[in-house]
């Protein structure tokens, strides 16, 4: 059998084969080994770095994000309480406004009030007047008898103080 032939080369085929083994052993456990186990604890550190990182900016984030809800309802109870002085102050303005107004409505009443008197007395005299001359004018028509401004005058008062046609109205 030619398998058994090799017997006397099988015991350095066995020794070089341990050999190899050996040294490749040695060099994986002396030098591969240690370099990858120290690429993956570097790579294992940047991941905690990243996540501790993360996690900071996370929490700074967070602090942004109340500070900011923190300042917006501020400034909207801010906006809302300068809408609400605005609004009572123009509310007050426009009171102030209105009884200035209503003073001043008063007043030009009160004098267009007086005008009217005035002009009503004045008229009331021209009537008079008017009414005095035409009673004369018709006295002295139909009867013929010029009368005097004085007693014309006298009795125009009298029929108008009898009508109710006087000052009083």
């Known amino acids: 059998m030619p398998q058994l032939e090799q017997i006397d080369t099988y ?7 341990a050999l190899c083994f050996g040294i490749l052993w040695i060099v994986m456990w002396k030098v591969t080994l240690p ?27 967070d602090t942004v ?17 300068a809408i609400r002085k605005q609004t009572a102050e123009l509310s007050e303005d426009s009171a102030r406004r209105h009884a ?3 003073e001043s409505l008063a007043k030009k009443i009160k004098k267009a009030e007086a005008n009217i008197a005035a002009e009503k007395t004045r008229a009331m005299e021209s009537v008079r007047e008017v009414a005095v001359e ?9 009867v013929g008898v010029s009368v ?3 007693r ?18």
């Open 11 to 17: 015991l350095s085929q066995v020794f070089w084969t």
């Open 35 to 61: 370099r990858i186990a120290m690429a993956l604890e570097q790579r294992q550190s940047r991941l905690d770095d990243d996540l501790e990182r993360a996690a900071l900016i996370k929490e700074e984030a």
């Open 65 to 81: 994000r109340e500070g900011y809800e923190k300042a917006l309802a501020e400034a909207h109870a801010e906006g809302q309480a």
């Open 100 to 102: 200035e107004l209503t």
């Open 134 to 142: 035409a009673a004369s004018a018709a006295t002295e028509r139909l």
């Open 148 to 150: 005097d401004a004085e």
């Open 152 to 169: 014309a005058r006298r009795a125009v008062e009298s029929a108008m103080g009898k009508t109710g046609s006087g000052d009083g109205d």
